[in-house]
């Protein structure tokens, strides 16, 4: 399969490079792109500038039916964004993979157009009138990651351009091909320009987060890009939203059943194999019940099947790359050189792709890197503690904060340690829950803004008041 790495102004726009996307299940090749380079990067922001005034002035309905027509193209064409996700991600077609992402992608954006952009009155009387009126802010470029590809995309651009703004989506060099078969389609529903894409490598990122013309940057991926990204854009004053990393953690209090919260645990930490932000990183177990609750993981984890994303009984499926693969390998081992014991899984599966079991790390301790750095894989590290607010303590001594759990019989009290978490999410007995109408976003190092809902919606206008 060679795809064409950019589409501008509803027509395929190729580069000079190839870029290949290897297939994480195989170790070859899911397909090649005609990689985007600069100067299409360039094309791709003018004919975001170009159609911007009139997407702006289109009436509320029109831009309300265009996200409804990309809803229906998402469900009409599930299937086949599903293969190509699985293809280039490696995530199993089934459970709580591709299928499960582009049910979520068109969810998302059935909500996005049901949003309101509504004029707020502060005075209307005989002494003054104060109109809150909110406008798009242009062109937005949207750069996401290779976990969730199709929603992370779906979580940036249907907020922009419900609202009014124009879009270039950058995806990740590692998983295009879904992206850019998805903005093709998108293009029946948009007038040209209003949704543009450009595929290739991360050198291209800088030419839209640097670019004059672009008003704001919807980034999510790790902290160090994050970073490069707000820099880049402090030249122009650009508005940010940064999605960044995580390393959640959960806290289980002495008067949880073990069996009873193992499953819930279990996927909270391994949703796509650990390749989640906001999956929990950190598991602190109270010492009454940290045997048990470490048996019944370890006995949850082995029922789970990692295998090919195609096979309809695989749950999990490889790893996404080979640098991902060869981190989460590197501190396993490094801590189990250190004293934690594994109890589950522990090496990689051989084979050509990328496949590393569920894995269960007992005696882990904060100051191993497993524990202290995200590991972004299928490695779940169980700390003792015995002190409540010690745990607490070590939750919140990483520099990131995205979510964070407490599991517990005692709502009111889990409720009142959910609040000390430094976390933008603080879920009880789960983890990792999101919805569309609720606000999700990181403090700390896990970057700002907030994305879904009207608080979402709230970041891609800029208000303007007309007081007279
Ligand atoms: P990454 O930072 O390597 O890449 C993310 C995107 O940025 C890619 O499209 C990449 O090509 C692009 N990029 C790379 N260099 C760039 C530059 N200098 N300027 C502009 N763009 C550039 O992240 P990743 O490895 O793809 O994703 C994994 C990370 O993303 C993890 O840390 C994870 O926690 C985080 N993440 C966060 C959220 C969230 O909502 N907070 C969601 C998913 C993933």
Not at 80 to 94: D, F, N, S, V, Y
Request: charged share 20%.
């Amino acid at each position: 399969m060679l795809l064409s790495g950019g589409i501008i102004d509803g027509k395929f726009n190729s580069g000079n490079q190839r870029l290949d996307v290897i297939n994480p299940a195989t170790g070859g090749l899911a397909g090649t792109i005609d990689a985007a380079d600069s100067a299409i990067v360039e094309a791709a922001i003018a004919s975001a500038k170009a159609a911007f005034p009139a997407w702006a002035a289109m009436p509320d309905v029109t831009r309300i039916a265009a996200l409804q027509a990309c809803a229906d193209i998402l469900d009409g064409n599930a299937d086949e964004l599903a293969k190509l996700l699985t293809t280039e991600q490696g995530k199993p077609l089934g459970g709580m993979g591709s299928r499960f992402e582009l049910g979520g992608a068109a969810a998302w954006t059935r909500h996005t157009a049901s949003l309101n952009l509504p004029v707020e009155f502060v005075q209307d009387d005989a002494d003054a009138h104060i109109a809150v009126h909110r406008k798009p802010l242009g062109v937005v470029a949207a750069i996401a990651p290779w976990n969730w590809p199709i929603m992370i995309a779906i979580w940036q651009i249907m907020p922009a351009i419900r609202a009014g703004n124009t879009v270039v989506l950058k995806p990740s060099p590692y998983t295009p091909l879904s992206t850019l078969r998805m903005v093709e389609l998108f293009q029946q529903a948009l007038p040209p320009g209003v949704l543009n894409v450009v595929a290739g490598s991360d050198e291209i990122g800088p030419a839209l987060t640097a670019h004059p013309d672009v008003a704001k940057i919807c980034f999510t991926g790790s902290c160090a890009t994050g970073r490069r990204v707000m820099q880049s854009a402090a030249p122009t004053l650009k508005r940010l939203t940064l999605e960044l990393g995580g390393n959640d953690a959960g806290i289980v209090l002495p008067d949880c059943n073990p069996k009873a919260i193992a499953e819930g645990l279990f996927w909270g930490a391994f949703i796509k194999n650990g390749q989640t932000c906001a999956a929990l990183k950190r598991l602190f177990v109270h010492d009454s019940i940290y045997d048990s609750v470490c048996e019944e993981l370890a006995s949850f984890a082995a029922t789970i099947k990692t295998g090919p994303g195609m096979d309809d009984d695989s749950l999990l499926g490889p790893i996404q790359n080979r640098m991902q693969f060869d981190k989460v390998s590197r501190l396993v081992a490094e801590a189990k050189a250190t004293g934690a014991r594994i109890l589950t899984g522990g090496e990689p599966m051989g084979g050509n792709g990328y496949f590393y079991p569920a894995t269960i790390v007992a005696d882990a301790e904060t100051g191993m890197a497993l524990v202290d750095e995200e590991q972004f894989g299928p490695a779940l590290p169980v700390i003792r503690y015995s002190n409540v607010d010690d745990a607490i303590e070590q939750a919140n001594a990483v520099d990131v904060g995205l979510g964070g759990s407490i599991w517990s019989a005692d709502i009111p009290r889990a409720r009142d340690l959910a609040m000390q978490l430094e976390c933008g999410t603080a879920w009880v007995n789960k983890h990792g829950a999101i919805r569309p109408d609720t606000p999700f976003g990181g403090v700390k190092a896990s970057g700002f803004g907030v994305e879904f809902g009207h608080h979402g919606l709230g970041e891609f206008v800029s208000l303007h008041v007309i007081h007279d």
